[in-house]
């Protein structure tokens, strides 16, 4: 057996043929018409050696020549669409021939897969002649195939017709050919299941260097093996047959001398298939394996079953020196053929039986594979186009550690002491209990190749019942009383270590108690009625509550087992043992606690009604509707128009709105009601203002009905509404100020005449009231001279009042002004119907200067000659007193004494002068 480590000579021996010196000339035509037949396939078979020595095809004229020597050989001729032919000749006697083919017996059909599609891909078909003495040459017949379509030309005669296609299973069935109309044979496939080529490498129990190899088999009914004949007939049996039968055997089926000289053959030609140095290695050394092996065969003689073939042989180091026993870690490389998928799953897999005490570790892969197992690892190549790898480390096996704990049902268990040495959970009594294994180690293979045993009364006198054990890195277990139990798990690791740990459940069967305190209720149990006003903040308290898991064993319950619902929906609005909560809105409200142990068990419901007083005003809204359209909301009024004050959309936070009360304080004239401020009642009201306003100041207050208190609630909302102007209902006077005439200057106090134009504007009311000024202006300060003034229409002199619509009329003032100076006198024109708003062209000014009265002059320079006449009189006057000639009569000095007459002024004034002198 060749290793490689030497150059070895391979001596073939050829064993020669006779001298070729024969010209066979062959001649091929149809039957019946004698046409040449192109393309036939001429093989010349000699028997001796049992081996076709020449064939040829034939041109366009039917003919073929083969080359052959002196010798009876067996001339087989087949051709598409024709029944082949065999017959013997000896070309030294008859160097020619002529071969007649026929369409002998033909048989057609489809092949489909069981929901009735045709089948092409790998389509295949063939004719295998169940008569032992029948001619090798004819045999086996192979179909024409086109698509789905196959069809056969043959011979009369019993058949096995065996019609196959990628990834189904072979059909094979016996006809019986007669000569007459072609048949129609169809035939349905099933699908196929995989071969399985497994091979187990066996490690000795302390030996790394020697192996046993083992190489199991699995082949369906319609595999092929190579090298046995015919290759096209998907029938291992019949190629059994055809290959070790003999003429007296080949019947179709396998005898057990046949299958003695197939298990010889195989023993005979070797492995199944070639591996080399790389197939598998132990820290990089490669194996041989010896030049004998066995071979086992089962089923073959069963037909239609399926085949299996068990060979071994050993294997041995190729090199020394040898691998050590003993270490710690050693390295194991596998180097797979990949499965194949072409006419059949064909899958292939590597099982390695390490020596005890050793497991798989660490695996590195390469290509389509996957690697699992640990004590007998396994490699198994997925479909690839090369050679896969799986590169492992194996390791002592070593002891890991146990833990398990409860992972299941969520809220049906509580671990107390989650720590894996004093492991303790609570968990409800009939219930479905979860533990699990999965946080154990194993320091070389994954824990989950491990096996698991669990014991779940482990402290009981039953513990040891079947029913009371589970096994799996999982398992469920279901307690049906209270109690303390002790549940052991014991953890088979991969490499056949043992590890083992005891955690304890308390079982808890009993609901808890749920009660209630509050911070306005007191230390104790709060029940019956609370009454609270809304948006105050109420202290909610669970602590209280009770609960047992068994008589004497306290359960728990966990902060999140608090249920609060606070308006009695049965949904839960808080969950805490303390909860503050505010009631925003008034009402009743039933307050249940539903308590739920760790377990998940539940109380019955601690209940408490709270009445919530009603403190928060009614939000006050009203819109305003127009009767006049069908009550469309509008926001444009009119002065003489009813309207609808509607409120429905108020809200409260618990009276309705039919319960509510609506006083509305309406402001300005009201048609049908006296006075300014009106007071209204209801959710709707309609009135009618009178009169047109800028912002008519509309109070709205609602009250509620304080409920829980007893005290109403009121809301109040103002709002300015604007009531606009009929035009057509009032005048719009206007002072033309181009037709205003009066003089530019006056005398002061001299009456003067001023005339304007005023017009009523068209499409406006009358002006009946009409009120006539006239004023001068004089730094901004108006002073009224007249209201009185003539009217004329058309320049006639009227004492009609009114200024209809488009009417114009002339006034006329007549006036004085006081006081001189630059002025303005202004001519303005109202009317008690006009708006005011309408005013602002109303009047007419024009600028005057008022002079001084002409007779003030005449007085001035009258006075002045008076007083110059007065004056010279005087003069003269004294001039005569002086001397004497005239006399003042009843004088008073300045002093108010009578004056002297002037002989005795003269004389005093003599003697005072003449006492000064002296």
């Known amino acids: 057996r060749f290793d490689g ?146 069809i056969f030309h043959a011979p009369p005669g019993s058949y096995r017709m065996v019609v196959d296609a990628n990834g189904y299973l072979a059909n094979a069935t016996t006809v019986t050919l007669s000569v007459g109309p072609p048949r129609v044979i169809d035939v349905t496939l099933a699908r196929s299941s995989e071969e399985t080529f497994q091979t187990i490498m066996v490690y000795g129990a302390t030996d790394w260097s020697n192996l046993t190899g083992h190489r199991n088999v699995t082949l369906n009914p319609d595999s092929t093996y190579p090298g046995l004949e015919p290759a096209g007939v998907r029938d291992l049996r019949l190629q059994i047959d055809f290959t070790f039968g003999t003429s007296g055997t080949r019947d179709g089926l396998v005898d057990a001398a046949e299958e003695a000289a197939f298990q010889s053959w195989l023993v005979g030609n070797g492995p199944f298939y070639t591996t080399t140095d790389g197939f598998l290695t132990t820290n990089s050394k490669a194996y041989i394996s010896s030049t004998t092996y066995t071979v086992g065969i089962a089923g073959l003689q069963v037909y239609g079953g399926k085949v299996w073939i068990n060979g071994t042989t050993s294997y041995a180091l190729k090199q020394t020196p040898y691998i050590p026993v ?103 009594n009939n219930t479905t209990i979860t533990f699990s294994a999965e946080d154990s180690t194993d320091p070389v293979s994954p824990i989950t190749a491990a096996n698991f045993t669990w014991r779940f009364l482990a402290n009981t006198s039953e513990g040891a019942l079947p029913q009371n054990i589970g096994y799996g890195i999982r398992s469920n277990f279901t307690y049906t009383t209270y109690g303390w139990f002790t549940v052991n798990l014991t953890v088979r690791q991969a490499g056949g270590n043992f590890t083992y740990r005891n955690i304890s459940v308390v079982v808890d069967s009993s609901p808890p108690i749920g009660k209630m305190r509050t911070n306005r209720t007191g230390t104790g149990e709060a029940t019956g009625t609370l009454q609270v006003n809304q948006d105050t903040i109420v202290r909610f308290d669970g602590g209280l509550s009770t609960d047992l898991a ?131 009642y209801g959710m709707n009201i309609t009135f009618t203002w009178t009169e047109w306003n800028n912002s008519y100041k509309v109070v709205l207050k609602v009250k509620d009905t304080g409920f829980g208190s007893g005290t109403p609630n009121t809301g109040t909302l103002t709002q300015n509404i604007s009531v606009n102007i009929i035009p057509r209902l009032h005048p719009d006077l206007l002072a033309v100020q181009a037709s205003l005439k009066g003089p530019t200057s006056v005398e002061e106090s001299a009456t003067f005449t001023v005339s304007v134009n005023v017009t009523n504007k ?110 010279v009189f005087a003069v003269y006057y004294r001039r005569k007193v002086r001397a004497g000639e005239w006399r003042r009569i009843g004088l008073l000095d300045r002093s108010g004494k009578k004056e002297a007459a002037p002989g005795e002024k003269k004389a005093k004034k003599e003697v005072k002068e003449e006492k000064k002198r002296l």
């Not at 024109?829 to 024009?846: G, R, S």
């Not at 007085?859 to 007065?870: C, H």
Request: aromatic share 10%.
């Open 762 to 871: 068209p499409d406006r009311g009358s002006a009946g009231n009409v009120t006539t000024s006239l004023y001068v202006v004089v730094g901004g300060a108006s002073t009224l001279l007249t209201q009185t003034a003539d009217w004329y229409r058309n320049g006639t002199p009227t004492s009609d009042r009114t200024i209809r619509a488009g009417e114009t009329v002339t006034l006329v003032f007549r006036a004085s002004i006081s006081g001189q100076g630059n002025k303005t006198f202004r001519a303005c024109v109202t009317d008690l119907e006009e708006p005011y708003t309408w005013e602002f062209d109303n009047c007419a000014t024009q600028a005057v200067f008022v002079g001084q009265a002409a007779w003030v002059n005449w007085a001035i320079y009258g006075s002045i000659a008076g007083v110059l006449g007065a004056f």
């Open 550 to 680: 068994f008589p004497g064993k306290s359960g728990i319950i966990l902060n999140g087992g608090y249920s609060w619902d606070f308006n009695g929906d049965r949904i839960a609005d808080a969950v805490g043992r303390v909860v503050n909560w505010t009631f925003e809105k008034p009402g009743n409200f039933t307050v249940n606690l539903t308590v739920t142990d760790s377990v998940g068990w539940k109380s019955p419901n601690a209940s408490l009604t709270v009445v919530v007083a009603d403190t928060e005003p009614p939000s006050p809204s009203f819109v305003i509707l127009n009767p006049l359209e069908d009550y469309a909301v509008t926001t444009q009024l009119e002065e003489k128009h009813p309207y609808t004050f509607n409120a429905s959309g108020t809200t409260d936070n618990y009276n309705t709105r039919a319960e509510l009360n609506y006083t509305w304080t309406i402001p300005g004239p009201v048609e049908g009601r006296a006075g300014t401020n009106h007071t209204f």
């Open 326 to 428: 003993g270490a710690p870690r050693y390295f194991v490389n596998v180097t797979a053929r990949p499965d194949t998928n072409v006419s059949v799953h064909k899958n292939e897999s590597v099982a390695l039986d390490l020596p005890p005490t050793y497991e798989r570790g660490s695996t590195t892969t390469v290509g389509n594979v996957t690697v699992y197992a640990f004590l007998v690892p396994i490699v198994d190549p997925g479909v690839a186009g090369a050679p896969v790898q799986a590169r492992m480390t194996v390791e002592w096996s070593m002891a890991g550690v146990a833990r398990g704990k409860v992972v299941a049902p969520v809220g049906k268990f509580h671990a107390v002491n989650a720590s894996y040495e004093n492991y303790l959970a609570y968990v409800a």
């Open 5 to 150: 480590t030497s150059t070895v000579n391979l001596v073939i021996c050829l064993k020669s043929t006779p001298t070729p010196g024969q010209t066979l000339t062959v001649t091929v035509e149809a039957s019946g018409t004698g046409a040449p037949i192109a393309n036939a396939t001429v093989d010349a078979f000699w028997a001796p050696e049992g081996q076709v020595v020449a064939t040829a095809k034939t041109g366009g004229t039917g003919q073929a020549n083969l080359t052959l020597w002196a010798g009876t050989f067996e001339l087989r001729t087949k051709a598409a669409g024709f029944s082949p032919d065999v017959q013997n000749v000896d070309p030294g006697v008859t160097p020619s021939v002529t071969v007649t083919l026929g369409g002998g017996v033909t048989v057609t059909g489809h092949a489909r897969n069981s929901t009735g599609a045709f089948l092409s891909a790998g389509l295949t078909g063939a004719l295998y002649n169940l008569a032992p003495a029948a001619s090798l040459g004819l045999k086996v017949i192979p179909a024409e195939v086109t698509g789905s379509l196959y």
